[in-house]
């Protein structure tokens, strides 16, 4: 693979800069696009990792959380993209290095402990977030949730993490064939 222009990686990190920014706004002004709004700009920000622009990565991320922290506000913004900054835009950079650098399929297994106990945080971390903006504790499931809060997000946390990671490592091999096809 020849090595790209630096005008090449910043031109790439901006456009999945921009359709980042884009997806995480219009997901934190629209509740019910969110996820697709997550997922979308997951997917925008794999495309400098599939031409191995760590940088372009890097910029990518840190201008789309920016500028979607900018558009959506101090309270909104904090509630609706923590998950994203925490752990979702995150994610794709840790799995590109774990493609690239592990072998051994124990330290896959330890990585993906690693990966889902980082998963169940933010999850925790989102909770105690949306609790203290959003006044959860009102809520009259609370105490059923309460007893059983741990027992849920860890277990119903690492199920689906365990299937997350699957299909964003098959959908970054997809975005590499794809973005593979770019002449430069």
Known sequence: MKKQSRSFEIALSAIACAVAS?????GSYVRF????????????????LAKQQILGFCLAYAGGVLLAFL?????LGIV????????FGLHPLANYFQKKYVKKPLIHGALY???AAW??????????????FLGLRELTWYPYVENSFFVILFVGGTLVFAVYDYMIFLCQKATDSVVRRIGR
């Open 22 to 26: 884009l997806a995480l706004t219009l």
């Open 33 to 48: 696009l969110l996820a697709a709004g997550y997922l979308i700009a997951v997917f925008a920000l794999m495309v400098p």
């Open 71 to 75: 558009f959506t506000g101090f309270v």
């Open 80 to 87: 609706q993209l923590l998950p994203f900054i925490v752990f």
């Open 113 to 115: 402990l690693v990966k």
């Open 119 to 132: 998963f169940d945080l933010t999850l925790w971390l989102a909770w105690v977030v949306l609790e203290e």
